[in-house]
Nanobody
Framework: QVQLVESGGGLVQAGGSLRLSCAAS????????MGWYRQAPGKQRELVAR???????NYEDSVKGRFTISRDNAKNTVYLQMNSLKPEDTAVYYC???????????????WGQGTQVTVSS
């Protein structure tokens, strides 16, 4: 069974930094795109950043220049380095990955349980 487990959320003051991690575990044959989404209270879940298997990336406009997504394929882990945090970055952050599990023939979308990021002003 494939699982995504996130860590690294918390409370930080505006201007501070946090680093989120998400590790995929289980019987994994291959991982394609990995990404981070967030959902603030009363809002829809939105894409923050994603990184493709070839390591190209894209970012939501409001985080460009402040957030950096990276991955360690040997550890099946994706990271989100968040700098210059703002109160409007407050949300639950979810990890997402397209994973080909063992004995499966197509990639499936998996989600982590979410980690809270709160930025105080």
């Amino acid at each position: 069974q494939v699982q995504l487990v996130e860590s690294g959320g918390g409370l930080v003051q505006a201007g501070g930094s946090l680093r989120l991690s998400c590790a995929a575990s289980g019987s994994i044959s291959s991982i394609n795109t990995m990404g981070w989404y967030r959902q603030a209270p009363g809002k829809q879940r939105e894409l923050v950043a994603r990184i493709f298997s070839g390591s190209s990336t894209n970012y939501e406009d409001s985080v460009k220049g402040r957030f950096t997504i990276s991955r360690d394929n040997a550890k099946n882990t994706v990271y989100l380095q968040m700098n210059s945090l703002k109160p409007e970055d407050t949300a639950v952050y979810y990890c997402n990955a397209e994973i080909l599990a063992a004995r499966y023939t197509r990639y499936l979308n998996y989600w982590g349980q979410g980690t809270q990021v709160t930025v105080s002003s």
